[in-house]
């Protein structure tokens, strides 16, 4: 069964330090998310692409995060500088969307961010 | 997008029917209503979508009411591996975001 890939895993990393996170989406699928999920909360939508244009960034903390997806296949989140409350799972989501009916989302396993 | 309300937590006894509510008061006609799981530490799993009629997978089934304003996921028999928080989407097919509440904490007694 097709998955979305991230990497790492798990990341540690000191406030003021940049960390990025990388997503593999399935193979064709042309739209890919990046969700932030805090601690006992539901995931929050941070940045959409539509192949490799942005869609929806408008929950995107701009000064300190970054999202690019260059070639519209693999995506790259970057926080810089990092802050104790971006402590939060990450997690990349893609979809094949053909403009009508349902729109299915696929989850990666997440990468875990604790800021010291 | 509509938004949901499910409550903040529920148990089920293992091999027992776990019936999972959701109201969405104000749904649209061309909304879907969407079920995803998360299993602690893992991304969401989808498990089943419906706009009108009720669905029926693998995993699960949706119950969606005549009226749309609320619906019901099944899980037929509870298994101590559906404890995971449970999450009702409604999501036009024209939209874009996907937007998650808190869910509802489903855990299976033994």
């Known amino acids: 069964e097709a998955e979305v890939a991230q990497s790492p895993r798990y990341k540690i990393t000191e406030k003021s330090q940049a960390v990025a996170f990388w997503c593999d989406p399935i193979s064709g699928h042309a739209t890919l998310y990046w969700y932030r999920q805090i601690l006992g909360q539901g995931p929050e939508l941070l940045v959409q692409f539509q192949d490799e244009s942005v869609v929806d960034d408008s929950q995107l903390p701009k000064d300190r995060f970054s999202a690019e997806r260059l070639k519209g296949v693999d995506s790259t989140l970057k926080i810089q500088p990092a802050e104790l409350g971006d402590s939060a799972m990450y997690l990349c989501?893609?979809?094949?969307?053909?403009?009508?009916?349902?729109?299915?989302?696929?989850f990666g396993a997440g990468s875990r961010l604790t800021v010291l | 997008d509509a938004k949901t309300t499910q409550p903040t937590s529920m148990d089920c006894a293992e091999g027992r029917a776990a019936n999972l509510p959701c109201n969405h008061s104000?749904?649209?006609?061309?909304?879907?209503v969407y079920w995803y799981r998360q299993i602690h530490s893992q991304g969401p799993q989808y498990i089943i979508h419906?706009?009108?009629n009720n669905e029926t997978n693998e995993m699960a089934s949706l119950i969606i009411t005549e009226d749309r304003k609320s619906s019901t996921l099944i899980l037929p028999h509870a298994t101590l591996r559906d404890t995971a928080v449970y999450y009702c989407?409604?999501?036009?097919?024209?939209?874009?975001?996907?937007?998650f509440g808190t869910g509802t904490s489903l855990t299976v007694i033994p």
């Open positions: 989407i409604v999501r036009a097919n024209t939209g874009n975001q996907f937007y």
């Open positions: 989501a893609s979809s094949f969307y053909a403009g009508t009916g349902a729109n299915v989302l696929t």
């Open positions: 104000t749904i649209s006609g061309n909304e879907y």
């Open positions: 419906g706009l009108k």
